[in-house]
Nanobody, 127 residues
Framework: VQLQASGGGLVQPGGSLTLSCAVS????????IGWFRQAPGMQREGVAC????????DYARSVRGRFTITRDNDKNTVNLHIDGVKSEDTSVYFC?????????????????????WGQGTLVTVSS
């Protein structure tokens, strides 16, 4: 399974941004996907996740109400839409897949559950 995150860039505070995760190499059902971020000097943080079918989803408390995760299994993509961007959203964002057996109906925000990771995409919030 390969994952490729894209859509990062420079965005002004208060603006919006959509990150995309392209998933390839799937041989079975689509896996749960998580979005994580890591700022310089900080631990990696799970911000959103989505189950194989798209429901349920979960969000970190720090982003709830501003981040929306969706998926299109026909296109093998998972998007993370960010509204009301804040300076603290500046990070490298990663998407990851949980391909463990029996994981399809749930998703988790902790990175220990994810076994395939993509390269990150940098989001910089600045005016």
């Amino acid at each position: 399974v390969q994952l490729q995150a894209s859509g990062g860039g420079l965005v002004q505070p208060g603006g919006s941004l959509t990150l995309s995760c392209a998933v390839s190499g799937l041989t079975l059902n689509p896996p749960p996907i998580g979005w994580f971020r890591q700022a310089p000097g900080m631990q990696r943080e799970g911000v959103a996740c989505i189950s194989a079918t798209g429901d349920p989803t979960d969000y970190a408390r720090s982003v709830r109400g501003r981040f929306t995760i969706t998926r299109d299994n026909d296109k093998n993509t998972v998007n993370l839409h960010i509204d009301g961007v804040k300076s603290e959203d500046t990070s490298v964002y990663f998407c990851a897949a949980d391909t463990s057996a029996g994981s399809e109906k749930l998703c988790f925000l902790h990175d220990i559950f994810y076994d395939h990771w993509g390269q990150g995409t940098l989001v910089t919030v600045s005016s």
